[in-house]
């Protein structure tokens, strides 16, 4: 061996296993890297995506590669936060809509998935008489709970102290949970995509149909559709749109232009119809039909139609930059009276919604007018309209957030039947605070725009290094638990995750008719399971965040309870 590397050499095994910031990193990055790489390939057009992250931190940790252990922990912390936190930001908008659509079928779903899962924990207990604890430990992998792990690892450690133990034996009790959970969780991971993949194979899914029917029944309701009508029914003529409308009906139909005599103009809401008038007209699902009954038949939309070369109105979108405006609805802007110009659908997360006069605005949508030149350049200056501003993410309320989700996540939740509080943790705090930040805070007047681009980088790097995270801290004791008889508690993990996830997928298809992104969803969040709806997302699409999320924080705070309750009973 050369000097060089005779000198270089110890450095590097001293680097990749003394446990230093240093080599954490670049274990960090080695694993990731390595993860994010193999999952490029795909087996039948299917790849694990970054599951495959776990399974290098696993190789990685067998192979010797060490990361200090308190460090390992607050990566993995961190990083499930960011992932979290960054699906909250983005669902937080249509979460409450969502959760009174499908949430408590869905929600109660989620109940008999945790329930299903403890009572084979406990049949299998009884069955095969296996330590309680160890199966507690084996439950919380095979549904990728590890805050349910932690409440009773704690609990168990607190009770071994309360009746005499010493702390010795409360922490030998507590690593044994922990070796079960780290030899059954990568197969609870698999074992989840497996669910997800069979059921997809089973119910015969076609995921481009599964699409299209998702937008037309959820997006749709809210979703903007353009239509023309010419005025026919004897019952309007004469009267002003403001009379035809009415309170009950200008909410949802908005008349974006009309035409009389060849000429197009702004909709004059005094203005009396007569016969052979022609109205552009944008409404909603509901309203679609309504429209021609009240002003007569609907004719075909041809929109060369309604700009006539010595029209003086003009069609732009524009983007809501200025901070200001968040919070504000249509009506209180009174844009149609300040500047003649028409607000005809609003974009938002790539949907387009109807002009709703009580709609709030937020920084990142765009608003569709039409008007005059002039009308609209003086709301582009109220509105900001400089969509590259978008592009710098708002970081403040981001980690103000991530700050109060943690010491949410840190109150205790006290039952008196129980010895120890619950609590929703480092996961479920941030996630309940990011969803209330997005749904309320345009109502506060908070911006919490990110571009999507900046969503999806958090969610990324924040998987990334929880997937990785782990598999390091499994990879240490994988194989000799393995060997020491541990092979049995992937089989008991894979029965508690493949059963319930079966059942309830079955229901959920088959007598609820949910729609398959409604299931991965369901699936997802029913098992907290950060890696199978990355993986879902990854390979479907489709809306499959917004319903992990709708069931995520009762699922969690169930999960931690259940663990608890086992801990107590083999107490």
């Not at 609907?298 to 006539?308: G, K, L, S, Y």
């Not at 110009?341 to 605005?361: C, E, F, K, M, N």
């Amino acid at each position: 061996m050369s000097p060089f590397l005779s000198k270089f050499a110890p450095a590097m095994i001293k680097l990749f296993t003394q446990g230093g910031t240093a080599g954490a990193i670049l274990i960090l990055a080695l694993v990731i890297a390595s993860g994010l790489y193999l999952g490029r390939f795909k087996l039948k057009g299917i790849s694990l995506g970054t599951t495959w992250i776990l399974f290098m931190g696993i190789l990685s940790g067998h192979l010797g590669l060490r990361v200090n252990p308190t460090m390992l922990s607050f990566i993995k912390d961190f990083g499930l936060i960011l992932f979290v936190f960054a699906i909250g930001l983005q669902v937080g908008p249509g979460f409450f809509r969502s959760f009174r659509k499908d949430g408590l079928p869905m929600n109660l779903l989620a109940v008999v998935l945790v329930l299903l899962a403890v009572a084979i924990t406990y049949i299998i207990h009884l069955v095969t008489g296996e330590n309680l604890g160890t199966m507690t430990g084996i439950m919380s992998a095979a549904v990728t709970n590890t805050p349910g792990l932690g409440a009773a690892q704690q609990t168990l450690v607190d009770a071994t102290i309360a009746t005499g133990g010493s702390p010795e034996r409360a922490a030998a009790a507590s690593s044994g949970i922990a070796s079960a959970y780290a030899v059954a969780y990568p197969l609870g991971v698999l074992g989840a995509i497996a669910v997800v993949l069979l059921s997809k194979s089973a119910f015969r899914i076609d995921i481009d149909r599964e699409k299209a029917e998702s937008e037309t029944g959820e997006e749709s309701e809210s979703r903007a559709f353009r239509l023309a009508c010419v005025v026919e029914n004897p019952a309007v003529f004469g009267r002003t749109l403001h009379e035809i409308i009415g309170p009950e009906n200008s909410d949802h139909i908005v008349i974006s232009r009309m035409m009389r005599d060849g000429k197009v103009f702004v909709s004059n809401m005094d203005l009396p119809l007569k016969e052979g008038d022609k109205l552009l007209i944008v409404t909603d699902v509901h309203h679609k039909d309504k429209a021609p009954i009240i002003f007569g038949a609907q004719c075909p939309v041809e929109m060369d139609e309604w700009i006539t070369p010595d029209s003086k109105l003009v069609n732009r979108r524009l983007s809501i930059t200025k901070s200001v405006i968040t919070g504000s609805s249509l009506r209180k802007l009174d844009i149609r009276h300040k500047y003649g110009v028409t607000v005809t659908r609003i974009l938002r997360s790539g949907v387009q919604l109807q002009a709703d006069p009580d709609l709030i605005l937020q920084v990142g949508d765009s608003i569709q007018v039409v008007g005059p030149e002039e009308g609209i350049a003086h709301l582009a200056k109220l509105v900001g309209n400089q969509p590259e501003t978008l592009q710098k993410p708002n970081l403040v309320p981001i980690f103000f957030g991530i700050a109060i989700g943690v010491l949410v996540g840190m109150i205790p939740i006290r039952f008196p039947w129980m010895p120890q509080p619950l609590k929703f943790g480092l996961a479920g705090g941030p996630l309940i605070v990011a969803i209330l930040l997005g749904h309320f805070g345009p109502k506060l007047k908070i911006t919490t725009y990110t571009a999507l681009s900046a969503n999806l980088m958090i969610r990324e790097i924040g998987i990334s290094l929880f997937m990785a995270a782990v598999g390091l801290g499994a990879g240490e004791t994988f194989v000799s638990s393995l060997v020491g008889g541990g092979y049995v508690w992937i089989l008991y993990g894979l029965i508690i995750t493949l059963v319930p996830m079966a059942i309830v997928a079955f229901i959920a298809r088959v007598f609820l008719k949910m729609d398959f992104f409604k299931v991965c969803g369901l699936l997802s969040g029913g098992t907290t399971d950060p890696a199978l709806l990355s993986f879902a997302e990854q390979l479907y699409g489709g809306k499959i965040a917004v319903n992990y999320a709708t069931v995520y924080p009762l699922t969690m705070f169930l999960r931690v309870v259940a663990a608890q309750v086992l801990i107590m009973i083999m107490l």
